[in-house]
């Protein structure tokens, strides 16, 4: 370890900061919640342990070294929001990273309430929103407080795009396309658009590829490794990967993601490594991006 680097890794130890490990992969889309609602049924394995160790335990086995853990919608008040995320944080040493979320449906003054609890708040490296869940398009003007302070803050915004597991979800709202327009309001605001914008694959892959502000996560693609026609479904993801990988022209703008629970990080990762890519492309869709999306330190 070259001396300026050992200072750096002291200096953040004397200061209580978790030391990064060896693994330079990042999960850029992992939910672990007391509020997941009916976990047996939604999980990729009806046994799942839904636990800290759990997951850390999954990350471990495909050398990634952080994850972004997305906070609910369903969490019922914005303090509880941040204060599960540090929960979270601090019983993986720092190695979940924390996310905070609001409801714009709730009223602007709520709006105004939360981005100012998020202001005294430590550590955060993302805002998630759940448009298609809720009812609202990423371009509600009562968002505009959300994508200013992400802008001072300097953390991107996180969309969820394409199909709900809620039943009751309403799809139109979270169509790629609607996202351009945010994109395109708020261009010191980084997007990602999470989901590959599935069933709207080509859609998100040219709103990606307009703006530079945008970006994209694989998250989601796959089912249980179980269940009938999977060996197709992957290779269907892949298809709809490279093509748009094709049309974005290039892999800096798309990040790695799971959905753990609803996917097994095993087959996420192989999402990636089975495609017809260079070793540096696969890496930088599978941690390299996201490192310089989120701001993390690379290992000691």
Known sequence: MGGCQKVRKLRRLAAGVPVAPTGRRVDVHVHLSRYWPDLARNSYRPDLEFTVPSLLKELDAQSIGFAVLLQLYSNPTPAGVLREGEEMFAKSAGRLLKTVTIDPTQGETV???????????????????????????????????VYEYAHKAGIPVILHQGDTLDPDGHVKYARPLEADEVAVRFRDVRFVLCHLGNPWVEELAEVVYKNANVYTDTSGLLANPR?????????????????????????????????????????????????????????RILGGNARALFRIDPPA
């Open 111 to 145: 709006v105004h309430d939360t981005v100012a609890l998020w202001e005294r708040a430590r550590d955060l490296v993302a805002i998630k929103l759940y448009p298609g869940y809720r009812s609202f398009y990423p371009h509600d003007p009562r968002l505009h407080p």
């Open 227 to 283: 269940v009938p026609y999977f060996a197709e479904m992957m290779r269907r993801a892949q298809r709809r990967l490279t093509n748009a990988l094709a049309t974005i022209g290039d892999c800096h703008r798309v990040l790695y993601g799971s959905d753990w629970p609803l996917e097994s990080i095993e087959t996420a990762v192989q999402l990636i490594t089975g495609l017809d890519l260079s070793p540096e492309d696969q890496e």
